[in-house]
């Protein structure tokens, strides 16, 4: 049986567009490239904001068609790039990001037959929490398993 065969209709409804609904053990076998590309997308979030620092004091002094101007700009273009391939990636676990600081990720899933998201923050060995759709991080409650 698949796991969107537990929910109703109403249910599938208030999935996201390009969202999918997993398994425990789906998200499970997806978290250690989620984290690695999630801990990637951390580091380009960093890179991207020293960059964009750089940019506002330079365009402050040289004009936007400088060669160094230019040549910042284009790197954080690639930045750019990289970022949304990294998206792609991530997309394609199932997982989407729910924080960045500290890392926080998530994945829909079923839980007593309702529609939910399987919790995962840095730190946590594994997927071992869940909260209803219309609660945050904040909502966690633990994920028992029979």
Do not use: C
């Amino acid at each position: 049986m698949a796991v969107t065969e537990l929910l109703d209709e109403m249910a599938l409804l208030a999935l996201p567009d390009g969202s999918r609904v997993v398994t425990i053990e789906e998200a499970r076998e997806q978290l250690p490239l989620a984290e690695k590309i999630l801990t990637s997308l951390q580091s380009l979030q960093d890179q991207a904001h020293a960059l964009t620092e750089e940019l506002e004091v330079l365009v402050e002094k040289l004009p936007p068609y400088h060669e160094h101007v230019v040549e910042v700009g284009d790197q954080l273009g690639d930045l750019v790039k990289e970022w949304q391939e990294l998206g792609d990636s991530l997309d394609k676990t199932g997982a989407t990001i729910a924080g960045f600081d500290p890392g926080h990720l998530e994945w829909h899933g079923v839980v007593d037959g309702y529609l939910v998201l399987y919790s995962w923050s840095q730190g946590e060995e594994d997927i071992e929490w869940w909260h209803p759709l219309d609660t945050g991080i904040n909502g966690r409650r633990p994920l028992v398993e029979a």
